[in-house]
């Protein structure tokens, strides 16, 4: 393939492209002129690399009029003496939740800044242990133990309740012996905690009750509030969500397992949330069609060490789902910023910026029709721990993984660890058929691998070969940083552009 001639025109760069030819033999006068074809690549960003993430969090929330809840009152009181429907308006200031909030349907629960939703418990009665302190009869009793951390010989992220000193984060270590300031070892055998930071005159507090509001009723508002120290047990939220909710303005921070769980939550919306700070995922979703999730912060969550690069720690998780993800900022998480697993389908990932994640940028696995689009993914990738390397086979920015029917097209890839990966597994059937790679096209996205061992490609195992014709890559735009010629992958072989471009991969796309 020739190119002819090459023109800038506004965002894109407009190629006029001989037809293939067998060798370099002009055609005969009489025969026809070779066709070309007009095409265009990408030079300009997308929109939302200048875009700027409006406010989040309860600033935003609008005023609440409605039945007031004080400081110190049981909210669960008030709303069962209430007929459906009601707006309740939690007072500034702090509310211990000893319960799990169930509201009924149509209920507004509402807040604004400093009303404060917490599931922690003061901790009192501290005794000087040697170097320590120690406060004992303050865990709760024995509950099943589940997930995946990145210590996987010790397990701390396993269990729930988490220590603060004067709102101060505590890492949790597993013996006695490794307690020192910052730090602190709850002996469940002997029901005991303990800490090195002097307790006197400080406020110390553990999260106790695993969850702030249940998803016991359908259309529930909330929105202005902070929702903090809850034991949420792995995989669960702090905050829960069912069908037809809509979650808008709120803070949901330092909660152990996940932030905000949609579950079985069809049409819920959430927006202008700030996520941060949560011990395993910011934002979950599961089995809840046509959710909408927009225009939020998420970000530094997974701070109690779930496993980094592959079991629901990070910014975004939805599994068996399906609805729009849209203009969030996904940032400086501990694991993947944004991951559809298992029979997601009619998906849209569109004008999100998702950078500085420990691990993918945005990973859609084992799942049906996607559109991923205009989204910025940058400096992904540079943290994963235990069970990865720096493979495609570990992930991009932006990952496929045995998926059908994913279009991936006019992102900014940039800086990450690996560019685009593609990978083709055997992963079993699925509620639409069989896991398979099929009808993936990557479609008008510059690519920009500025680090000598990234690349971009696809991979295969050996029980499931790539089809011909599966993937697709056409009018992209790659930036490399020169320094290693071999920047793709293929059938098991590294390769440089032009034997990328001779497996069929790229024709009309360009290289710099």
Same mark, same amino acid.
């Given at each position: 393939m020739r190119r002819r001639r090459v023109a800038a025109s506004g965002a894109v760069l407009v190629l006029v492209l001989a037809g293939c030819s067998g060798g370099e033999e002009k055609p005969s006068a009489g025969s026809p002129a070779?066709?070309?074809?007009?095409?265009?690549?990408?030079?300009?960003?997308?929109?939302?690399?200048?875009? !700027?993430? %409006?406010?989040?969090?309860?600033?935003?929330?609008?005023? @609440?009029?409605?039945?007031?809840?004080?400081? /110190?009152?049981?909210?669960?009181? =008030?709303?069962?003496?209430?007929?459906?429907?009601?707006?309740? @308006?939690?007072?500034? /200031?702090?509310?211990?939740?000893?319960? =799990?909030?169930?509201?009924?349907?149509?209920?507004?629960?509402g807040g604004g800044?400093?009303?404060?939703?917490?599931?922690?418990?003061?901790?009192?009665?501290?005794?000087?242990?040697?170097?320590?302190?120690? !406060?004992?009869?303050?865990?709760?009793?024995?509950?099943?133990?589940?997930?995946?951390?990145?210590? #996987?010989?010790?397990?701390p992220c396993q269990r729930g309740e988490q220590v603060f000193v004067d709102g101060k984060h505590l890492t949790r270590v597993m013996s006695l012996e490794q307690v020192k300031p910052g730090t602190f070892f709850g002996d469940y055998q002997a029901n005991a905690v303990y800490v090195a930071d002097?307790?006197? /005159?400080?406020?110390?507090?553990?999260?106790?009750?695993?969850?702030?509001?249940?998803?016991?009723a359908d259309d529930v508002t909330v929105t202005g509030l902070t929702i903090e120290h809850f034991a949420s047990r792995p995989q669960g939220g702090a905050l829960q969500v069912g069908p037809g909710w809509t979650v808008i303005a709120n803070e949901?921070?330092?909660?152990?397992? !996940?932030?905000?769980?949609?579950i079985e939550g069809d049409r819920a919306e959430l927006s202008r949330n700030t996520v941060a700070d949560n011990g395993q995922l910011g934002i979950g979703q599961y089995k809840s069609a046509d959710v909408r999730i927009t225009a939020n912060? !998420?970000?530094?969550?997974?701070?109690?060490?779930?496993?980094?690069?592959?079991?629901?720690? %990070?910014?975004?998780?939805?599994?068996?789902?399906?609805?729009?993800?849209?203009?969030?900022?996904?940032?400086?998480?501990?694991?993947i910023g944004?991951?559809?697993d298992i029979a997601e389908y009619?998906?849209?990932?569109? %004008?999100?910026?998702?950078?500085? #994640?420990?691990?993918?940028?945005?990973?859609?696995?084992i799942s049906y029709q996607a559109v991923i689009e205009q989204n910025v993914v940058e400096s992904n990738g540079y943290g994963t721990g235990r069970g990865s390397g720096g493979s495609l086979w570990d992930g991009g920015g932006i990952n496929v993984n045995t998926s059908a029917g994913v279009q991936v097209r006019g992102n900014l890839v940039k800086a990450n660890r690996n560019g685009i990966s593609i990978q083709s597994r055997t992963r079993g059937d699925g509620p639409r058929g069989t896991y398979v790679l099929a009808d993936v096209v990557i479609e008008g996205n510059q690519v920009v691998m500025?680090?000598?061992? =990234?690349?971009?490609?696809?991979?295969? #195992?050996? /029980?499931?070969?790539t089809k011909a014709g599966a993937v697709t890559f056409r009018r992209n735009s790659y930036q490399l940083d020169g320094k290693t010629p071999d920047r793709f992958a293929y059938r098991g072989k590294t390769m440089t552009w032009n034997e990328w471009q001779q497996a069929g991969f790229d024709q009309d796309s360009i290289s710099s």
């Open positions: 070779t066709p070309t074809v007009t095409v265009t690549v990408p030079t300009a960003p997308p929109a939302a690399e200048a875009a !700027v993430l %409006g406010p989040t969090g309860p600033g935003t929330a609008k005023a @609440c009029r409605g039945t007031a809840i004080a400081v /110190g009152a049981d909210p669960q009181q =008030a709303i069962d003496a209430a007929p459906a429907g009601t707006t309740f @308006c939690f007072a500034k /200031g702090v509310h211990r939740i000893s319960r =799990a909030i169930r509201p009924r349907a149509g209920v507004t629960l800044p400093g009303v404060v939703l917490t599931g922690s418990v003061r901790l009192d009665g501290w005794k000087r242990d040697g170097d320590r302190w120690v !406060v004992r009869g303050v865990l709760p009793a024995p509950y099943q133990l589940k997930g995946q951390c990145e210590d #996987n010989k010790t397990k002097d307790p006197d /005159g400080r406020a110390v507090e553990m999260s106790r009750t695993p969850t702030a509001i249940e998803k016991s949901v921070r330092w909660n152990h397992a !996940v932030g905000i769980m949609v912060l !998420v970000t530094r969550n997974n701070t109690d060490g779930f496993w980094i690069a592959d079991w629901e720690s %990070g910014g975004i998780k939805s599994t068996r789902s399906s609805g729009e993800v849209s203009g969030n900022d996904i940032v400086a998480n501990r694991g944004m991951w559809s009619d998906r849209r990932i569109t %004008g999100n910026r998702i950078r500085d #994640n420990a691990a993918d940028g945005i990973r859609y696995e500025n680090d000598a061992t =990234a690349s971009t490609g696809v991979v295969e #195992n050996k /029980g499931s070969p």
